[in-house]
């Protein structure tokens, strides 16, 4: 099976898989959703809320450090086989403008652009915009249900004037997504992406990526990459058995020469294997462009996929998701700050009872009312105790500040010399869940020099 082929089969899964995996819910959470209206990151069915965000740096990492392992082993096969820009690229020009709208003559030559001089063209050429915008359209709601949840996103629509923020972006993303594609095309992957600059640092010997085999074609550039042979007469050897048909020059979507060896324009879509197959197929020879990697072709040594980089690669990618199920494990499931008012203490009952005020905010993180008791546990439980605060209750994803009061009769410390501060534990619970929606907080307790005190 060709290579395009098998790309369209990766195509249509990655497609399906972005289109559905915002519609996922576990109980009640997205499977990921980075949601800026609601403060939120759901990862696989868990919400974080803002304050819990340290899992970002472990997905990024996860995300950076992935891509450097795809690419030092298999070169830009990202670019070529799940990158965005590729796939809507492959949709306008083979699907819309080739297949659709007749505009290109055959998929194989994506070097001749069409003629829109000639008026059937040009309006064939509107059409295939209008297409695009709509498939555009799609492809930009589907970006933002990764921020908005698609049932909130469909329920703005309902009310335009009131979300005009975020019709603006998706209307603005659908602008983007319509030059980029129609006009700025592999310009984008050659000028503007960043990944082409950086593969140069990822690859090595053993990097599988599109090769063409000089020792059996022939070389048909000199050392400056000045073109030297245009016909098959010409080539150094007459045992040489590239045929300059060009077909992997005209096949491919940077246009570029596979022949003149790596370069950072190619995105590893190996259309140039499939064409030089074909071709050479024909003649009962194996192919001169191949998927394969430098050792291979110039050393005639076996390509290593595991090596000492690869290692490396597996091991900081585990590390990173040992790092990241470890994180996960400490979400709390109910949100709450303590923080002391600005007056350090009170002395009532002439000089019997000591006095803290603190201010809590309370956040129910749940898609579920619960009800919250709060109490001293540790050292100080039963020596202090909680005033002003029975039990709270939350409507899901609510939040609310209380007062309450820390006080004690006992004789806790008994220096004459300074203040004391004393650190109390304080636990939260909800009352329907006391074992997993519970968290501790420490709460500093100011306690007064025993002169102060009778």
Not at 109 to 134: A, C, F, H, V
Request: proline share 4%; net charge positive; aromatic share 12%.
């Amino acid at each position: 099976m060709p290579y395009r082929i098998k790309r369209y089969y990766g195509y249509v899964i990655a497609t399906i898989f972005s289109l559905i995996l915002p519609f996922i819910t576990i109980g009640g959470n997205h499977i990921f959703l980075l949601s800026f209206d609601k403060k939120q990151l759901h990862l696989m069915g868990t919400a974080f809320d803002m304050q819990e965000l340290y899992m970002m740096p472990f997905l990024l990492m996860l995300l950076f450090i992935g891509i450097f392992a795809v690419t030092a082993v298999g070169g830009r096969a990202f670019c070529g086989w799940a990158c965005p820009q590729t796939i809507f690229r492959v949709v306008y020009r083979d699907l819309v403008e080739t297949k659709i709208l007749k505009l290109r003559k055959r998929i194989g030559n994506k070097q001749k652009e069409p003629d829109y001089s000639k008026k059937e063209n040009k309006m064939k050429r509107l059409i295939g915009i209008l297409i695009w915008t709509l498939i555009a359209s799609i492809a930009a709601a589907d970006f933002l249900w990764f921020f908005v949840p698609p049932e909130d996103f469909f329920n703005y629509l309902s009310n335009p004037l009131d979300h005009h923020i975020l019709i603006g972006f998706w209307l603005g993303v659908v602008a983007f997504l319509v030059y980029d594609v129609v006009f700025l095309k592999e310009d984008f992957c050659i000028y503007v992406c960043p990944y082409s600059r950086v593969q140069s640092v990822l690859y090595d010997e053993d990097t599988l990526q599109a090769i063409y085999t000089p020792k059996r074609g022939g070389e048909i550039y000199d050392d400056n990459h000045d073109k030297i042979v245009f016909k098959q007469k010409d080539l150094p050897n007459e045992n040489n058995e590239c045929t300059t048909c060009e077909k992997c020059v005209t096949v491919c979507p940077t246009h570029i020469d596979i022949r003149k060896g790596t370069q950072l324009e190619c995105i590893n879509c190996l259309e140039c294997v499939d064409a030089c197959t074909t071709v050479m197929g024909k003649l009962g020879k194996e192919s001169l462009v191949q998927w394969t990697s430098v050792n291979d072709i110039y050393n005639d040594k076996p390509t290593k996929i595991l090596r000492g980089k690869t290692y490396m690669y597996i091991v900081a990618i585990i590390a990173i998701l040992v790092g990241l199920v470890a994180m996960g494990g400490t979400k709390e499931y109910m949100l709450l700050n303590v923080n002391k008012t600005t007056q350090l203490y009170k002395i009532k009952d002439n000089g019997h009872k000591v006095e803290n005020n603190f201010l809590l905010l309370f956040q129910n993180t749940e898609s579920k009312k619960h009800t919250y008791k709060l109490e001293i546990v540790g050292e100080y439980a039963g020596k202090i105790k909680i005033e002003r605060f029975k039990e709270l209750t939350l409507s899901p994803h609510k939040l609310a500040k209380k007062v309450i009061k820390l006080s004690t009769t006992e004789k806790l410390v008994t220096t004459s010399e300074k203040d004391t501060p004393l650190t109390v534990m304080l636990k939260a619970y909800a009352v329907d869940e006391p074992e997993r929606v519970v968290v501790y907080r420490k709460a500093v307790f100011i306690y007064p020099r025993a002169d102060k005190l009778k």
